[in-house]
């Protein structure tokens, strides 16, 4: 089941997945098995020639990652996708797959913790460079941070802790002018809430630790490709050129645009990143992963919902400085939330603490619902202190820059009763206030 007139809601419970290929399984099959067995001689040179379908070892593919794979394209609207060992795996392949050999991508200061420390300490030592745009508000500025070894613009389309938005169809715009891919981080959106590809982007990439799986129970990722990128344009030959894994019959190389003209992309991460850098997701995880997809909508509209009344109370409260989300009332992004996000812009989102560095401390170690920890996107409700954990590698500039001043608190609203979570936030907000005075 994978068609395009299914429901989005039908497509997430039943994508890319059907029983009779499996015995008549209801649920996905775990297929916990790391090779398989080839058959013959013959059907092993066409499983190799790409003439049948089939598969040979779980590095390269498995029949549980398959439906996990057939299921987030199909929820996104992409022609092909790849599942991977983590979020980082899925950005790091994604961007070495455009920017190898010394190609550069143009990105922008506001992103997860992880991917900024890659980005600046990393990524340079494998010859692939970063630029920031000055100012991401402004899709001009994205057109100004092009070089000619520009080979893609990422974004993070709600971004990692404060939920910052952007124009993604004007960025997509400037991406295209100038013949490279727009690639977005689509983590705190999930499909359910904003499918990039159908407002521009070319490929997508997810965390599904966090709200796609939703359970805080694995850690994998998700690449999915549009379909429609023009690779053939000059600047990424490594799609048009002969692939030695890819002869055919005559023993003659093919490309892999050549092979798989609908997902070169994602075959491509398959057989260079994925089967010789090897972050492989496990079949269980995939099978958790596809668990967690079945109640997508369902989890993440009453998640929105909370973090409307969340906002609202935080707003009228005197210890909080301010709110970062867009459904907050000053916030700069509530053109951009109801242009792109008309069924919410996510439960992950930061506020000031209107207090010293003591009190901060105190309400954080109050807080007895939220659990204290550097995931977000769980069914538990979860609260952190960025600028001393998940972006504790930024220097004081690099705070500034990306918006994350030293009172900043980041929450993640779970699926518990709202009214427990607001009781739990009181109660922290009195102790930190009454300790210290
Ligand atoms: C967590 C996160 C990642 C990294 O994902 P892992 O699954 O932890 O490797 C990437 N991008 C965003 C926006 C994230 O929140």
Redesign the pocket.
């Known amino acids: 089941m994978s068609g395009t007139h299914f429901g989005f809601d039908t497509l997430k419970v039943r994508g890319g997945y059907n029983p009779r290929d499996h015995n008549y399984a209801v649920s996905v099959p775990i297929y916990q098995t790391a090779s398989f067995e080839l058959g013959d001689t013959d059907r092993v040179e066409r499983l190799l020639r790409f003439d049948e379908e089939g598969y040979l070892y779980t590095r390269m593919g498995n029949p549980t990652v398959t439906v996990l794979e057939k299921r987030v394209a199909a929820l996104d609207g992409g022609s092909g996708a790849i599942a991977v060992a983590?979020?980082?795996?899925a950005?790091t392949y994604t961007l070495f797959s455009v920017a190898e050999g010394g190609g550069r991508i143009l990105t922008t200061p506001h992103l997860?913790g992880?991917?900024v420390d890659s980005f600046k300490r990393i990524y340079p030592r494998f010859g692939v460079g970063i630029d920031l745009v000055e100012d991401p508000n402004d899709p001009e500025a994205f057109r100004r941070g092009i070089t000619p070894e520009t080979r893609a613009i990422f974004i993070?389309s709600i971004s990692?802790p404060n939920a910052t938005l952007l124009d993604i169809r004007q960025i997509a715009n400037v991406a295209h002018e100038n013949s490279i891919p727009l690639i977005v981080?689509n983590?705190?959106a999930t499909p359910y809430l904003l499918n990039p590809l159908k407002h521009g982007a070319d490929i997508v990439v997810y965390?599904?630790?966090?709200a796609l799986g939703g359970h805080g129970n694995v850690?994998?990722?998700v690449i999915v490709e549009g379909g429609t990128f023009d690779w053939a344009n000059g600047k990424f030959p490594q799609f048009t050129e002969p692939h030695f894994l890819l002869r055919d019959d005559a023993g003659q190389e093919r490309s892999f645009l050549e092979l798989a003209p609908q997902s070169p992309f994602t075959l491509r991460v398959r057989l260079t990143y994925l089967i010789y850098f090897g972050a492989v997701l496990s079949p269980f995880d995939a099978y958790l992963l596809l668990q967690g997809i079945e109640t997508l909508s369902e989890r993440v509209q009453k998640q929105v919902a909370t973090t409307e009344k969340i906002v609202r109370y935080l707003e009228k409260n005197e210890a909080v400085a301010w709110v970062s989300h867009p459904a907050a009332k000053e916030s700069p992004y509530r053109d951009l939330a109801e242009k792109y996000f008309p069924k919410g812009a996510g439960s992950t989102f930061t506020f000031g603490f209107n207090g010293t560095d003591q009190q901060l401390d105190i309400f954080i170690n109050s807080v007895k619902l939220f659990s204290y920890q550097a995931n977000?996107g769980d069914s538990r409700s979860l609260i952190i202190n960025p600028p001393k954990t998940t972006h504790g590698e930024l220097t004081p500039e690099e705070l500034d820059v990306a918006g994350i001043p030293p009172e900043t608190i980041r929450l993640s609203l779970g699926l518990e009763d709202p009214n427990d979570l607001i009781a739990d936030l009181a109660q922290a907000f009195t102790k930190a206030s009454c300790e210290v005075a």
Do not use: H, L
């Open positions: 983590s979020g980082m795996a950005i997860y992880g991917t993070e990692n981080d983590t705190f965390s599904a630790t966090k850690i994998g990722g977000v």
